[in-house]
């Protein structure tokens, strides 16, 4: 039982969802509309990684020794550079975790 609500609840989420954007992209949106919503994706993320980055544990602003902030920089310069989401994720733990390791 418990895995057919899933399933009904993961059915009725897609439906949901996909309802939307198939709507959205099957009708003519005004040029300014576009324009605006070419920004949605990267301040979506921008508000999903900043305070991941930034804020510590208490919810304070942690810029001193703070090795996600480096990890961050090390990812950005390398997804700028080789435009390959696996090689950028892979750099950036691989520096989190060693610069974890250095400051602990």
Known sequence: MMWATMAVSGLVTFLLRFSVIYQVK?????VWLENILKYVPTSV???LI???IFL??????EFIGN???LAGLAALVVAILMKNVIITIA???TVLWTLTMIFQ
């Open 67 to 69: 090795p996600k902030i």
């Open 26 to 30: 099957s009708s003519n949106l005004p």
């Open 56 to 61: 510590g544990e208490s919810g304070s602003l």
């Open 50 to 52: 900043f305070p991941a």
């Open 45 to 47: 993320f921008a508000t």
């Open 91 to 93: 750099t950036g733990m």
